[in-house]
């Protein structure tokens, strides 16, 4: 993202006029807080983009809140994510390249984390065990859990998560990504009420919704539609 745009380092709330200025001059910014030990960016104060919206020096700040090491799925550890200020939408993500993987460090950040808050499948002998691939059931659980996706959201925050790298045959979504968004419908209906499943390689995106919004708790009884994403 830093490559595509200007890039503005704030080490306090007090130097955020660098970023309104640059804002004025490119009308897009990356703000980052530093450069770690290891090369890669450290997060702004989480005060940061709710000020540079109230000062009216931005429109939107997009927020990255937890990072997954390029892996498709992750679980936040105990100090993920970092939510800031006054956020208003959340976008859970994962990458549908994990689907068919091993839950292990090879595809999952912190692959012992996300095992930890995947419901157990019963297996032979009567005996409980967690999956060891990723399915759109694992997805669905890693995106809605209390644990997972949904850690740390406000209660007054919408609710938007994003399936990315899915794959199209010709204008039809493949079944896996259908299937992942249903589930996560299905999960927290009157709380999600829309998925969007991408591919920003190809620029193609859908939103898949329930036809009828439902309070919170409800069942789904209706089954989830296709949107051409505005």
Known sequence: MS?????????????RALVAAELERNGVVFAARGIGADGKYLGVDPELPLMLVRDGAADVAIVEADGARQRPLKAPAGHEPVMPSGVSVVCPMAGLDALGGQIDEHTVHRAELLAALLPTLPGRGGRESTPRIVTPEVVAAALTSPDGGFKGIPDEASVCPILNKASWTGDEIDDPALRTAELILAAR?????RVLVTDIRTRRLVRVELEV?????AAVDTEPVLRDAE
Do not use: H, Q
């Not at 919004?213 to 708790?217: D, I, T």
């Open 189 to 193: 209906p009157g709380r999600i009420d």
């Open 213 to 217: 919004e439902l309070p919170p708790g």
């Open 3 to 15: 490559r595509a745009m200007p890039t503005v380092l704030v080490p306090s709330l007090d130097e």
